[in-house]
């Protein structure tokens, strides 16, 4: 079938959230290792802030990520009318 | 689609009842036998209590679940809630490594070993962004399927099979393993039986019911394994911190962690026994500089003391120990060579304790860069063979929608989160309480933990008074990893009802990660290379049955192999995880982001990043070295376990290129690539879930 010009935006919106939440998760993973002695000076509720990223502060970032997308996926195909309808 | 809504939610409701009074009765289990104990019902029987009665209850699941039905067996019907399916997901990825290994490894490397938490939890991100909800609309029943409908013909499912049994039977031998160790702790049954019992809990369920048993199962394991992870640490939380969510205020402990460790640097008679152990490694590399003559020397020298001894008519005792050391000489220079490299390894105790918070030691700024490049390996390995393994993205074709395929992705990280966020935490605690009460006790009052443990097991736990000062220092205590999990209820002072618990909490997690790796090779075997490639016109009863009995020769297999004890294990795991890295993730998600990718790209692409990938832990693993395969440098000093870091980039690069260089996919294979990406798409004419 052809696809219309709704498809391809919806595609293309699709790509930057993607890509989006692909940058945040490039930082907090990544970037934040990379940098784990200079963080370390760091302190954050008591603990050295480039150990805490990585035993917890990446891994919160992690799970909103992920719920985030769910979310924004959702409102996205409602409105380009390519849900599923109420399967819960 | 409102009576299937309704039914839906109706099964959900439904299923959360089920769970909640499951996980009631689980409790009261604890506690009749917490009772049980105080009235005297002895160790043994409360490890026979928790083996019994947890595996009894999987295999009831697994019967209760039973199936002929392909969809069914092969998918759980695809009506599993996101809910459910995440905490079956938990399930199915922490294995026994994550649940007793992890934070010992965290107690034993510090922030190095946050590593693995990191690469264990981020790549569900990359299950949630680029893969969960478009295999889910592709909606077939394994992997391989989706190679060879995106990419076209049985050259690229092949490959896709061969490299799905490589990585999950490499996995399920690990699993086993510590089935088996497990048990046999548990219940004091032999190694080999403790094999046999948890297998066959793992086929009652597996076998009859497929992935419609192994879901429902792996929720009630996930329930038993976060309960067990969970109530020692708490515990050992509110002794320390005084808040019963240490994973908060652990932080505060770490800075009282810190000046203990600066106060054992500095401790006088800790550097005595490290420089006690310097110099026996030193003592150690000189005589291997020169055996003959050290063994020579040596065999004089103690000859000589006896002889003298004898003559200056000194006292009975000296004498017998003079005697005792010339028969304690090695017996040749090859068993004193021996003895001698096992001295020079003592040089790894004569450091101070390393800071737990620092990231990437070194002596210098190069050595430091290198153990960060290493950091940096193992998290990018471990995340993308996260979202290349077979097994876990199995799971989002169970989900009833695309919509709860994403959702699901969300639960399953934040079931895993909750074990891994307290890793840490648990392994600082436990360190914090072994550095404070164990350190500076007197080997005459030790913990009456440490004694149990050191008793039973000295590779767990080893202590030994190397300067004669009746003092424990921390340089004279060797820990085994796997001690922390399992000895933490006793660290906290808890009954032993909780020990008990934390080995069926272990079993739960090795179980559910078998079951889903078990039911992966089958399905592989079964759907993609019988049903698919020999015999397309079978009966759905003859494919069901077929997988059935491939699912029991592929557990017999694992546990032959398994009963060989090969060599390291944590290796292995690691290599299935570059592996799949290599193999798995370049053509999945290039064949659902560019349709372009064509069937040559794909094939190169596959074979050259598994093989650069084989190529480089061949040529650089001891194991493969040692056997004659001619050994090479190591590439940027990068260990052989983060070998996808090359594998997948190559990968990526062949299948842009050799898809380049050769014609486009069909209009058929676009049309497949539009189904996926929409999850409803209004007049597509693909049919969405196959039978």
């Known amino acids: ?88 | 689609m409102s009576t299937s809504a309704f039914s839906h939610s109706a099964f959900s409701r439904q299923l959360k009842k089920y769970y909640l009074f499951y996980t009631g009765g689980f409790i009261l289990f604890l506690l009749a036998l917490a009772v049980a104990e105080q009235l005297g019902l002895s160790r043994a029987w409360i490890g026979y209590w928790f083996l019994f009665a947890t595996i009894g209850l999987y295999a009831g699941i697994g019967w209760m679940t039973r199936t002929q039905d392909v969809a069914e067996y092969y998918v759980a019907g695809r009506k599993v809630p996101a809910f459910f399916n995440g905490m079956a997901t938990g399930a199915d990825w922490m294995s026994a490594a994550s649940f007793i290994g992890m934070a010992g490894t965290l107690f034993l490397s510090g922030y190095d070993g946050l590593a693995w938490v990191m690469g264990w939890t981020g790549g569900f991100c990359l299950v949630a962004l680029f893969l969960a909800p478009y295999l889910r609309k592709f909606g077939q029943f394994t992997i391989p399927d989706f190679l060879a409908e995106r990419y076209g013909g049985n050259i690229v499912r092949g490959i896709g099979v061969v490299s799905a049994i490589c990585c999950s039977f490499v996995y399920v031998v690990a699993q086993i393993y510590g089935v088996g160790l497990i048990v046999s702790r548990m219940t004091g049954l032999e190694f080999g039986v403790g094999v046999f019992v948890g297998l066959a809990g793992i086929l009652v369920c597996a076998m009859l019911g497929g992935m419609r048993a192994v879901t429902w199962t792996q929720v009630a394991q996930y329930i038993v394994l976060i309960i067990a992870y969970l109530t020692p640490v708490v515990w050992l939380g509110v002794k320390h911190t005084g808040i019963p969510v240490p994973q908060i205020a652990y932080g505060y402990t770490m800075q009282k962690l810190a000046d203990v460790e600066k106060k054992i640097t500095a401790d006088p008679k800790e550097q005595e026994v490290r420089k006690i152990f310097s110099d026996r490694a030193a003592a150690g590399k000189a005589a291997l500089a020169a055996p003959d003559k050290s063994y020579a020397d040596g065999k004089t020298k103690v000859e000589q003391a006896l002889a003298s001894a004898k003559s200056s008519n000194a006292p009975a005792d000296q004498v017998a120990a003079a005697e005792k050391a010339v028969a304690a000489y090695p017996a040749s220079v090859n068993a004193a060579k021996v003895q001698w490299t096992r001295e020079t390894g003592l040089a790894a105790r004569a450091g101070p304790p390393r800071p737990h918070a620092q990231a990437f030691p070194g002596k210098d700024e190069a050595a430091q860069n290198t153990a960060r490049l290493n950091f940096i390996g193992i998290v990018f390995c471990m995340m993308f063979g996260t979202a290349a393994l077979p097994h876990i993205l199995m799971r989002y074709y169970t989900t009833p929608s695309v919509q709860q395929a994403r959702v699901s992705v969300f639960w399953s990280l934040v079931f895993i989160f909750l074990l891994y966020f307290t890793a840490p935490c648990l392994a600082v605690l436990a360190k914090y309480d072994m550095y404070t009460n164990l350190v500076g006790s007197s080997f005459a009052s030790l913990p009456a933990w440490a004694a149990a443990w050191a008793l039973v097991d000295p590779g767990l736990l080893n202590i030994t008074d190397i300067n004669k000062d009746g003092i424990v220092q921390l340089a004279e205590i060797v820990i085994g990893g796997d001690l922390i999990v399992l000895a933490t209820p006793e660290i906290a002072g808890l009954p032993y009802v909780v020990s008990g618990l934390v080995a069926a909490g272990g079993l739960a997690a090795a179980l559910s990660t078998a079951d889903g790796l078990l039911l992966t090779i089958a399905n592989a075997l079964a759907h993609d290379f019988y049903y698919k490639m020999i015999d397309p016109h079978a009966s759905t009863y003859k494919r069901v049955t077929i997988s059935k009995i491939l699912l029991v020769m592929a557990a017999i297999t694992a546990a032959y192999v398994t009963s060989l004890k090969p060599g390291d294990i944590l290796f292995l795991v690691g290599a299935a995880f570059s592996l799949g890295a290599s193999a798995f993730f370049p053509p999945l998600v290039i064949g659902i982001f560019w349709k372009r990718a064509n069937k040559w790209g794909a094939i190169v692409g596959m074979s050259a990043g598994l093989g650069i990938c084989i190529y480089y832990m061949m040529r650089t693993y001891p194991f493969f070295t040692n056997m004659g395969v001619p050994k090479m440098d190591l590439w940027f000093g990068l260990s052989p376990v983060s070998a996808g870091m090359f594998g997948l980039p190559l990968g990526m690069l062949t299948i842009f290129i050799v898809s380049l260089l050769t014609a486009p996919p069909s209009k058929q294979v676009q049309e497949l690539v539009e189904h996926v990406r929409y999850p409803n798409l209004v007049g597509d004419t693909l049919v969405s879930e196959a039978r």
């Open chain 1, 1 to 88: 079938m052809e696809l219309t010009q709704k498809h391809h935006e919806y595609w293309r919106k699709n790509l930057v959230i993607t890509a989006i939440l692909f940058a945040v998760w490039f930082v907090a993973t990544f970037v934040e290792a990379w940098f784990a002695r200079e963080l370390n000076t760091i302190t954050f509720l008591g603990f050295p802030l480039g150990f805490y990223m990585s035993a917890q502060g990446s891994l919160i970032i992690y799970v909103a990520l992920i719920g985030i997308y769910a979310l924004l996926m959702r409102k996205l195909d409602l409105e380009y009318n390519v849900d599923e309808g109420d399967l819960e």
